[in-house]
């Protein structure tokens, strides 16, 4: 009995920024690897960020530079700041996250997804 909800997205300019949140809440006892995915229309779903538990990450090569994933554990919370945005960003962006319940197995669960919209 695991969700995440998700924060932060909306309508930014090029060049502006977005701090997307995604809260993750219920019978937990651990999360480990949370990551960022987004999908554009027309487009497949993939993998902008992720991050272990113990603070690696890894990013899609389209916005090395400009994004930073993080984790605060002690909040069960993952964070993305954008900066330096583009109009490809576009977007909806979906938390995932692999938890373990308590007394339970460990899940790949995921947000709703937050629009992500970047004008020029």
């Known amino acids: 009995q695991v969700q995440l909800v998700e924060s932060g997205g909306g309508l930014v300019r090029a060049g502006g920024s977005l701090r997307l949140s995604c809260a993750a809440s219920?019978?937990?006892?651990?999360?480990?690897?949370m990551g960022w995915y987004r999908q554009a229309p027309g487009k497949q779903r993939e993998l902008v960020a992720a991050i272990s538990r113990g603070g690696s990450t890894n990013y899609a090569d389209s916005v090395k530079g400009r994004f930073t994933i993080s984790r605060d554990n002690a909040k069960n919370t993952g964070y993305l700041q954008m900066n330096s945005l583009k109009p490809e960003d576009t977007a909806v962006y979906y938390c995932n996250a692999d938890i373990e319940i308590m007394l339970g197995p460990e899940d790949t669960y995921w947000g709703q997804g937050t629009q992500v919209t970047v004008s020029s």
């Open positions: 219920g019978n937990i006892f651990s999360i480990n690897a």
